[in-house]
């Protein structure tokens, strides 16, 4: 409860009289606020008293306790006295207020203003002001018990600590109390909505109990809160959960569980499969171990009173000081020292390539039939490389589970975002800008969402296309019944010989080949330009590691729009390498864009089965890479150029493979290989481009 608090606020003084007002700096809808007018004498002539409170949006009510101590917000301003006779020296105290806010009185900043005029005008006024600011009714640290007595403690938001709401329900492993502007702000305007939001630390994370392993418990857990959250007597049984990367992805562990009371998410900007998450076409992403470093390992060391960085700030300034190269290029890996007292699931990763069992409870993909709820899907083209996959399968994966449905409940949002909520709010990804329409009203979207589908209410989801692309180059959304469009039509281009660099042509090609020497010694470096946006890597066709093909000055717009594949036929003289096809947009005057993030461009050759059982290289054989995972929305505009670049490594985001056959996790020995792209009639390599008819 706030008690009368004095507080700086405008005062006005005259002939030695003064006015104030007392109240409380801040309050929540249902807390108890006391206020009252204080005017010091001398006061040498009548006067009129007044008094007001001005609403966040402008409005003018009287702020008085009513006769049954309710808060009266009568419009207008208030006369407390009239013609008060002249006042000697002392204070004349008048109460406005005394009594709890009430849920009308609704989240925002308000104004008290008192005023104290001489009858008939003469002489000075005196004024005072100050300022309240009111938020809805806030639990701290509610527990929410888990099946097997560990703990979990949120933040409860809610209008009022009286009656039942529909739940959001956001989980995180970054705190609660975090602070996070977006975060916060979708919050504030959820509650807004007339939700209850419970934002809650995950298992083993700053004020929840138990011990920390990402996502391995976040199905249980989730389900767990879900149901606990639905039986609450301020909750009326219906929930919706959302949050974008980590708390999007609990939320379809959470659903794989089937929760009956989960009615609705948004699980934005996450994967269908963990395989393709921590691995990438076999590659280990070794920039996992920034995210391990920076964001995980501070609150561990606190909970386990641990030497070394305790906040974020601290270990992001330490670890640019033992350096990216160091630690992200240490071989053997499973030796790498900074984090052995803080994760040992860093190391459990690299002892499992991704295609083994180990990896089981974290796939999506083949599980749909269990997920009841309303699922809206979003990404980006731009996001990490496990984004616009993550949506495309999920969203394809759902619709294939719900045939019949008249309402299917899912749908595709893609914009040409990085990874992010703010991402959403910005007209540009890396250096590339594409306008005004670019941008979203992320909260709307989130929000309008979980109103239809957790509580009911008709708006305009259900006008919006199933599938809503945003087409670069073109820089305009479509909306589109299907993905991929139905209008796409897969279109092969054949890898060439050419004049210098190799070509990109539409009919089958001689045989012929073209060879690189790869060293991990000296891998191609890119310093997470390509994870943040657009960059322009027309370097890329310059280093004599990296093999180029591109098409002539294009004759007229071509749009590509939907999956996109690499079939590449390969040879080394070593038993293992790594292939990254990297696709440019080349401008007239030579800037070449990515159009997505390498990781969605990767295999290792060893792992081209997808199965735990690694195959090496026969030196010499020609085998066929396929690399599909490919997904973009993008128009070449006239006079611009296609570009495949062929390279063996992207250092230091991705993991080097060492070329000798063995796991870089467990060697440090590495070796030069010669690698061969064989094209032509034979063997026939070629992306596979869904372009869209002008």
């Known amino acids: 409860m706030w008690a ?56 003018v009510i009287s702020a008085v306790r009513g006769r049954n101590g309710a808060l009266a917000t009568r419009p207008g301003v208030h006369r407390y006295v009239a013609a008060h006779p002249p006042l000697p020296a002392g204070r004349f105290v008048l109460p406005l207020v005394d009594a ?32 309240l600011s009111v938020d809805w009714c806030l639990d701290r640290d509610v527990e929410t018990p888990m099946r097997d007595g560990t703990l979990l403690r949120g933040d409860l938001r809610r209008q009022a600590r009286d009656g039942r709401f529909p739940v959001l329900v956001f989980r995180t492993p970054y705190s609660k109390d975090e602070g996070d502007l977006d975060n916060e702000r979708t919050f504030r305007r959820a509650v807004d909505r007339g939700y209850a939001v419970l934002v809650q630390d995950v298992r083993g994370r700053y004020r929840s109990g138990g011990d920390y392993t990402p996502y391995v418990n976040e199905g249980r857990d989730g389900y767990d809160t879900i149901e606990w959250a639905a039986a609450q007597p301020w909750s009326d049984g219906n929930v919706g959960t959302f949050g974008l990367s980590y708390p999007g992805a609990v939320q379809w562990l959470a659903a794989l569980e089937s929760p009956p009371h989960l009615k609705a998410m948004v699980p934005a900007m996450c994967f269908s499969t963990i395989r393709e998450f921590i691995y990438f076409g076999g590659v280990f992403e070794t920039a996992w171990s920034s995210w391990v470093y920076v964001d995980m390992t501070p609150d561990t060391r606190v909970r386990h009173d641990l030497s070394g960085p305790r906040t974020v700030d601290e270990a992001k300034a330490e670890y640019v000081r033992i350096g990216v190269d160091v630690i992200q290029g240490w071989l053997p890996q499973n030796e790498m020292p900074y984090l052995a007292d803080t994760a040992p699931y860093y190391y459990d990763w690299l002892a499992h390539g991704p295609y083994e069992a180990y990896w089981d409870w974290g796939v999506i993909e083949g599980r749909y039939d269990r997920v009841k709820a309303a699922v809206l899907n979003l990404s980006g083209w731009y996001d990490e490389a496990y984004g616009t996959q993550g949506a495309t399968a999920n969203y394809l994966g759902l619709l294939a589970s719900r045939v019949g449905e008249a309402d299917p409940r899912t749908k595709l949002v893609i914009g040409p975002w990085i990874h992010g909520v703010d991402a959403t709010a910005s007209a540009a990804a890396g250096d590339r800008t594409f306008g005004p329409s670019a941008v979203i009203d992320y909260d709307d979207v989130v929000l309008s969402w979980l109103d239809r589908y957790v509580r009911g209410v008709e708006n305009w989801i259900d006008d919006a296309a199933p599938v809503h692309l945003f087409v670069m180059g073109d820089d305009r959304w479509r909306r589109e019944e299907a993905w991929p469009p139905s209008s796409a039509r897969t279109t ?23 060879s690189f020497v790869a060293d991990p010694q000296d891998p191609v470096r890119d310093d997470y330009g390509t994870n943040f946006g657009a960059t322009d890597l027309r370097w890329l066709a310059d280093r004599p590691d990296i093999l180029t093909f591109e098409t002539g000055p294009l004759p007229a717009d071509v749009e590509v729009t939907g999956p996109i594949a690499a079939e590449v036929w390969i040879s080394s003289d070593a038993p293992d390498c790594d292939i990254y096809t990297v696709l440019l947009d080349v401008a007239p005057d030579g800037t070449a864009y990515n159009l997505m993030g390498p990781g969605n461009a990767v295999l290792r050759a060893s792992a081209r089965g997808g199965t735990p059982t690694r195959e090496p290289l026969v030196p010499g054989t020609p085998v066929k890479l396929t690399l599909d995972r490919m997904r973009n929305a993008n128009t070449f505009k006239a006079g611009h150029r296609l570009r495949l670049c062929i390279a063996a490594s992207w250092f230091p985001i991705y993991s080097r493979n060492l070329q000798t056959g063995l796991s870089e996790a467990e060697s440090a020995v590495t070796r030069t290989a010669t690698i061969t792209v064989h094209h032509g009639t034979r063997r026939p390599s070629r992306l596979l481009l869904p372009v869209v008819p002008r």
């Open 100 to 131: 709890a806010v009430p849920r009308e009185l609704s989240r925002g900043e308000y104004r008290f203003l008192a005023a104290c005029v001489p009858v008939g005008g003469g002489g000075e006024a005196l004024r005072a002001e100050a300022r």
């Open 4 to 59: 009368v608090v004095a507080v700086a606020c405008a005062c006005a003084r005259a002939r030695g009289a003064s006015l104030e007002i007392d109240a409380p700096p801040r309050a929540e809808t249902g807390d108890r606020v006391a206020a009252e007018v204080v005017l010091e004498g001398p006061v040498d002539q009548p006067f009129d008293g007044y008094v007001c409170l001005v609403t966040p949006g402008g409005y």
């Open 492 to 514: 092969p281009v054949y890898l060439a010989a050419g004049e210098g660099r190799g070509a990109l042509v539409l009919a089958p090609p001689a045989d012929g080949s073209r």
